[in-house]
């Protein structure tokens, strides 16, 4: 445990704080797309750690946030269903529809599950053949090959009471639609380290291209993070734009073959409604029509209800990296983790709910 | 969500035309899926993600994130349940 008493006295991480002052001579704005990442900044102050000219904003990398609120509805419309079971990643409970919410919806009665691997919903399938099985298939990168093993599973063992509720979400496309907006400040991203462990980085080429921006593929820790900030800061001094790996221990350029292979499968690529955002051209996936008799959008009817977000609400320009949680009226007073306005206030990983756990009273003193 | 928790695989083999393991996070252990890691055998240290490892680490590195999740209050949302629990 050598490595961790050295971050425990901040050694580390005050020497890449210090080495991070002395090479920025000009405020640089810098974004961490995924909200674990936002979750350790918050927890461990780097962002106080750092030079005053370094802002740090965080992205809309927090699945359960983005997930479009027609699909919270059509969850619950399914779940509402007597023959119905609906097994979702516990995050999902609690996040606002447009009226109701699953936990709801289960003191309603309805048969709401929560399950940690989309193989436990396959489980429960096998158990249950009396009963038809919604699993609420959501996620980015990371989450989507475990996502296609169940459905690929279902399909190989003729599983007919299976199906996924689709919403899956990329995160290059993301980042190209915040550059191509009038209102972006970021100047480079850390890009998430768990989605390039599948992927690899060799999609972040063409950005970097386009853009003249650099990105940093970082991990999760405290010295992870602040390793990728030096690395795009001595970047943005020099003038430059290019594609690095600070996470080098789980990431390699081409990413997890097999688990990307699942995922040509199963998946095809498809425009996806962000909320918050709106919809963003090929930042999606769905099932393949192969796997139709999987695809809960294909087998029940789903009325497509729209509904629009609470007025008081800025996620839209939290998520974007336009606004911080402490910009909002509602924050910690009308908006809390107990009685949310928006989904960033429900999930871990939402950047309202890491302001919310480790800066609300900084800001109200 | 897209936290992965390092564990030390116990042991690996072919079910089904699927590949299962056995992997151990700090004191206990849980039923993880090895299809995105075919090079990994017992021994090895896998980064688990919603009940599938999707890449290999080094030890020391494994139990250093493992430390740190922990410390951090992590580890219990992102940990396989135990088998028999009902989801």
């Not at chain 1, 009226?99 to 940690?116: E, F, M, N, P, W």
Request: proline share 6%; charged share 20%; glycine share 8%.
């Amino acid at each position: 445990m050598k490595y961790l008493d050295e971050y425990r006295d901040g050694r580390i991480a005050r020497a890449l704080a210090a080495e991070t002052a002395g090479v920025t001579t000009r405020p640089w704005v810098l974004m961490e797309i995924c909200g674990g990442q936002t979750h350790t900044i918050m927890r461990y102050g780097l962002d106080e750690l750092l030079p005053s000219n370094i802002e740090l904003v965080h992205g809309p990398g927090c699945p359960v946030c983005v997930t479009p609120l027609e699909t919270i509805d059509k969850a619950i419309a399914l779940a509402l269903r007597p023959e119905v079971t609906l097994v979702s990643y516990g995050d999902m409970l609690r996040v606002p529809g447009s009226t109701s919410d699953l936990l709801r919806a289960k003191a309603q009665g309805a048969d709401v599950r929560i399950a940690y691997s989309p193989i436990e919903a396959v489980k429960i399938a096998k158990a249950n053949p009396d009963r038809k099985i919604v699993f609420l298939a959501i996620g980015f990168e990371t989450t989507a090959p475990a996502n296609a093993m169940a459905a690929w599973q279902a399909k190989r063992d003729g599983l007919k009471n299976f199906s996924m509720l689709v919403s899956h979400v990329l995160v290059p496309p993301a980042i190209r639609a915040l550059l191509a907006t009038r209102e972006n400040r970021v100047q480079g991203f850390i890009a998430p380290g768990h989605v390039c462990t599948v992927m690899g980085y060799q999609e972040y080429e063409s950005l970097v291209r386009d853009f003249a921006i650099p990105i940093v593929v970082g991990g999760f820790e405290p010295v992870d993070l602040l390793e990728a900030i030096l690395m795009l800061v001595r970047q943005l001094e020099r003038g430059e734009a290019c594609v690095e790996n600070q996470y080098v221990r789980s990431v390699s350029y081409q990413g997890n073959l097999p688990a990307q292979q699942i995922l040509k499968d199963v998946f095809e690529i498809a425009d996806q409604k962000w909320r918050g955002i709106g919809s963003i051209p090929h930042s999606g996936l769905r099932l393949r029509p192969e796997y139709a008799a999987h695809d809960a959008d294909r087998i029940y009817d789903l009325a497509l209800i729209t509904a629009d977000e609470p007025a008081e609400c800025i996620s839209a320009q939290v998520l974007q990296g336009l606004r911080k949680p402490t910009d909002c009226p509602a924050f910690a007073i009308r908006c809390t983790p107990e009685n949310p306005l928006g989904a960033p206030m429900v999930s871990a990983e939402g950047a309202c709910a890491a302001y919310y756990h480790y800066r609300r009273h900084a800001v109200a003193s | 969500m897209c936290l992965a928790i390092p564990g030390k695989v116990l042991m690996a083999e072919e079910q089904n035309g699927l590949r299962v393991g056995r992997v151990q996070f700090g004191g206990i252990v849980r039923s993880v899926r090895l299809d995105f890691v075919p090079e990994a055998g017992v021994g090895d240290y896998v980064m688990v993600h919603v009940g599938f490892a999707i890449s290999q680490v080094d030890e020391s590195e494994a139990e250093r994130t493992y430390e740190l999740l922990r410390e951090m209050g992590a580890l219990e949302a992102e940990l396989p349940p135990a088998e028999g629990s009902t989801p």
